[in-house]
């Protein structure tokens, strides 16, 4: 058979759901691509200022990471709009994500830092 006719299997990588108190769901991915390790590495000890570092860091991760966030049992899944909503988070809304990240690499990534 010709490679047009096989069949292909799609490779999904594992999620994980955190919930907030208010009952808001955030889905991460399980699994990071070496380049986008890299790129992670290189802006966590970039030449910025420290905060500003931590805070590009933690958005990059969140681009790559993150599948799906309901928010009051609204989902959204495209990621143009969930980078939209992070940035548009109150500080609660962030701490949770932060407090997610640094759950999910500890148990999916332990030998990243975390945010």
Known sequence: MGK??????KL????????????NVLELRGSLTPATRRDYAATLAGGLHREDALARATE?????????????DVPIT?????????????????????ESLRAHLAEHFPELPAP
């Open 78 to 98: 495209r990621q143009r709009e969930l980078l939209g909503r992070y940035r548009m988070a109150t500080d609660a809304e962030r701490a949770f994500i932060r």
């Open 12 to 23: 999904v990588a594992p999620t994980s759901q955190y919930t907030d108190p208010d009952g």
């Open 60 to 72: 990059l991760l969140f681009e790559r990471l993150a599948v799906s966030w309901t928010i009051a």
């Open 4 to 9: 047009r006719t096989r069949q292909r299997v």
